[in-house]
């Protein structure tokens, strides 16, 4: 297979990468290899198109749901394609915890849509969605988020993942 992720270079990305680079052919896309991710959604859906990827995975904090879109435009009516969107746990979040608010409604409105397109007939790509809770030290690891992505992705093609919840619940953030 042929994937394509945003934001390879570290962190969860690199995981990522990491855990799905055997046996798979990976581009990576990042400010590394040319991109800016906060600016050019359509110039990144034209490359992940030029590479003829069978699976994306959108892994960036900043126009990710532009991205889910452009993505749709072009993989809708293709049920061989796969979208695989690293949400948030986050986006359930209260609304009184004022330093998450931005990035808590960004991944909610990704998730409604990916929900919304998950449900409409005439969207034929497989969309997978998952939200981690707090990734770091003490909480989930990189290494097991990516697990889960991997499991994900090897699931049975004909099952939609409509949400993943992945996160410690022995973590001492009860918030991520």
């Known amino acids: ?8 270079t570290k962190g969860i ?7 799905l680079k055997y046996g798979n052919k990976i581009d990576g896309i990042s400010r ?11 110039r990144l859906s034209a490359a992940i198109e030029s590479f003829d990827s069978d ?11 532009d991205m889910f879109n452009e993505m749709i435009k072009m993989w809708s009516e293709i049920p061989e394609k796969t979208i695989v969107n690293i949400s948030s746990r986050a986006a359930y979040l209260p609304e009184n915890i004022p330093q998450y608010n931005e990035y808590a409604a960004d991944k909610a409105a990704l998730n409604d849509r990916a929900h919304i397109c998950q449900l409409d007939p005439n969207i034929r790509c497989r969309i997978i969605n998952i939200s981690p809770g707090y990734v770091g030290p003490n909480d989930l690891s990189h290494d097991e988020l990516a ?7 090897r699931s049975p093609s004909h099952l939609e993942i409509g949400e993943l919840l992945v996160y410690n619940r022995k973590s001492n953030d009860k918030f991520l």
């Open 1 to 8: 297979m042929r994937i394509s992720i945003t934001g390879h």
């Open 13 to 19: 990305g690199l995981a990522i990468s990491e855990r």
């Open 32 to 42: 590394s290899t040319g991109f800016d991710l906060k600016l050019e959604t359509h």
């Open 55 to 65: 699976i994306f995975v959108n892994n960036i904090k900043i126009n990710q749901i």
């Open 147 to 153: 697990d889960y992505v991997l499991w994900a992705i």
